[in-house]
């Protein structure tokens, strides 16, 4: 009973803290592969359009954009035709429509392991506990990535195969399957593949086991009948998304021509100079880093029941006893050895790219959770995972990144402010060391925009300095003799403040934004010790003034 409530009480956070929102800023992918292009297609708004959405590459397929965000701000779009909804729209409905819908679609992964429990000999509610309080779930599963479409696809397609996989005390033929549910299979295979072609990696093992189990015999031939099934499926799904992306992308100056998303993902990601281009890791990154990033404890008792579960299978097959091999074929056989198959094989064979971030293993929260859950144990170390769990979900929450979001909520009041006809305003708002702005945040018209928003990123002081010269001196300006009354806004982290100061305009105003930390250019601990801290895990917003004339520009140091 107790579990119960405790995964109620957490399944009520996971909703109440998207609606609250959110303020971490995980990775720009959360906003630049489905919310910021879909509310440039849908809602006609200012958004910036990454190269993987152009029809000169289209590496992503555009149907779960379409399907998650795009239905979100389609909905939006036909409340404001129909005059249902009150005032104008705001950022904060932008950011939060979407992220709504990937919370209620995040509680597929609570009944996936409601079914899954039994099946695989774990403790259904624990299971549930352990889904519902990792901060994975709180924040990825809860966000717009790609990665969380991946993760529920996972979690269904162990489904759709437990029954025929799982272990059961007598081995015995699994009954018929009805012909729906090959193909099925297949569909959710095919989807998984476009959306990521990863997925792949996290399909094979529950492919592989639903084949055996569901042969007649080991042969070959057998296998392949097997696999044969779920081809219908997986052909009918593939033709709907590559009819879906031949039509998004195409254009008047292409000819028609098939779209192969998956196609072009593969063969920009095959070539290691474009992996450079993203950051490469060491092939190890995924086991000894990322998955304790991710899920602390849990990773710790999976890589014990694999240290455990090898070691068991070669004495036993060194000792080249009979009755020994016999023992390591149930071992092998048994629930626990294929959960730690759908946890260690998709890791592996994702570990072979150099790539590695720790977004790419979310799927795997599913079988681990199982893994970690036995119906014989309790739960172990639940003191660390309450603990582990609660700095991640502030950490990637709150902290990350943190004041971006609500910086561009405050920059939308700005400029959506009232002003006097006969004083027209530009704003050009200059972003540098932080992670790029999801412009569909701010709410800008298409076309016209009075608003100039400039991602420097990390740039230099000098480039920094040079560019402010140049956007205060702009002819449209009043100061320059222009009709435009022109405000500057540079946008920045505590830590980085002194590059603006040294660039010597005038400061008219500040805000700041607390919390926000970026690892790029972390604060120092001297400075956390002193009694700016709250400066320097902050974002500033500072808004500046023209240059005085007597004021020379000498070099930087």
């Known amino acids: 009973m107790a579990s119960r409530v405790l995964w109620g009480s957490l399944s ?12 971490g800023y995980v990775h720009p992918d959360e906003f630049f592969q489905s919310p910021e292009v879909m509310a440039g297609d849908i809602l006609g708004i200012e958004a910036t359009r990454p190269w993987e959405f152009h029809p000169s590459s289209s590496c ?13 701000f389609w909905l939006l779009r036909l409340w404001e035709e129909l005059g249902l909804w009150p005032g104008p729209v705001s950022g904060y409905v932008l950011l939060v429509g979407p992220r709504l819908l990937l ?42 990535f790609s990665n969380a479409i991946e993760g529920l696809l996972f979690a ?9 996989v799982a272990w059961s005390p007598a081995p015995k033929k699994p009954a018929p399957s009805p012909w729906w549910h090959s193909w099925l299979l297949g569909g959710i295979v095919a989807a998984g593949f476009f959306n990521r072609p990863t997925f792949l990696a996290f399909a094979l093992v529950p492919i592989l086991l639903w084949g055996i189990c569901g042969a007649t015999n080991t042969a070959f031939k057998s296998l392949a009948k097997e696999a044969l099934g779920i081809l219908p499926g997986a052909t009918l799904t593939a033709a709907v998304f590559v009819a879906v992306d031949s039509w998004y992308f195409s254009s008047p100056s292409r000819s028609s021509t098939l779209v192969l998303t998956p196609a072009n993902f593969l063969h920009y990601n095959l070539d290691p100079q474009n992996l450079a281009r993203h950051g490469t890791h060491l092939r190890l990154t995924h086991l000894a880093v990322n998955g ?77 959770v199982l893994l970690c ?64 702005p999801p412009r569909h945040l701010l709410h800008l018209p298409g076309l016209g925009s009075p608003v100039e928003v400039v991602d420097m990123g990390g740039t230099e002081d000098r480039v920094l300095c040079q560019a402010l010269n140049n956007f205060t ?14 405000r ?58 023209e240059k005085p004339d007597n004021v020379t520009e000498n070099p930087l140091p």
């Open 473 to 486: 001196r702009q002819p449209a300006c009043q100061v320059a003799g222009g009709p435009w009354l022109c």
């Open 103 to 144: 919370t209620a679609l995040s509680f597929a992964l609570d009944l996936a392991v409601y079914h899954l429990a039994p099946l695989w000999k774990a403790e259904r509610w624990n299971a549930l506990v352990l889904l519902s309080g990792s901060y994975v779930t709180l924040v990825f599963y809860t966000r717009t």
């Open 60 to 72: 992503r397929t555009v149907v779960f954009p379409l399907l998650t965000s795009g239905s979100a």
């Open 292 to 368: 304790f990033l991710l899920f602390g404890m849990l990773h710790v008792q999976a890589l014990q029941a694999g240290w455990q579960q090898l070691h068991v299978c070669l004495q036993a097959f060194a000792q080249m006893r009979f009755l020994s091999v016999l023992d390591a074929r149930s071992l092998l056989s048994s629930p626990r050895s294929h959960l730690l198959l759908l946890y260690f094989m998709p890791l592996a064979l994702l570990s072979a790219f150099s790539h590695q971030e720790a977004r790419f293993l979310i799927p795997l929260l599913v079988p681990l």
């Open 373 to 436: 859950s036995p119906q014989t144990q309790p739960v172990p170390c639940k003191g660390t995972l309450v603990l582990f769990n609660a700095l991640g979900a502030l950490f990637f929450g709150c902290l990350h990144q943190g004041g971006l979001v609500p910086g561009l909520e405050h920059l939308e009041r700005v400029v959506h402010a009232p002003v006097l006809p006969s004083a027209p305003t530009h704003y050009t708002l200059l972003f540098t060391h932080t992670y790029m």
């Open 156 to 164: 269904w397609l162990l489904v759709l195969v437990s029954p025929h």
């Open 12 to 23: 009520l956070l996971r909703l109440v803290w998207c609606l609250l929102p959110q303020t």
């Open 488 to 545: 500057l806004f540079v946008v920045t982290p505590g830590t980085t403040r002194p590059a603006t100061e040294k660039c010597r305009f005038p400061l008219k105003s500040e805000t700041l934004v607390f919390p926000h930390l970026t690892l790029e250019d972390p604060p120092a601990l001297s400075s956390l010790l002193s009694g700016a801290w709250r400066d320097h895990l902050s974002l500033h917003i500072l808004e500046l003034g």
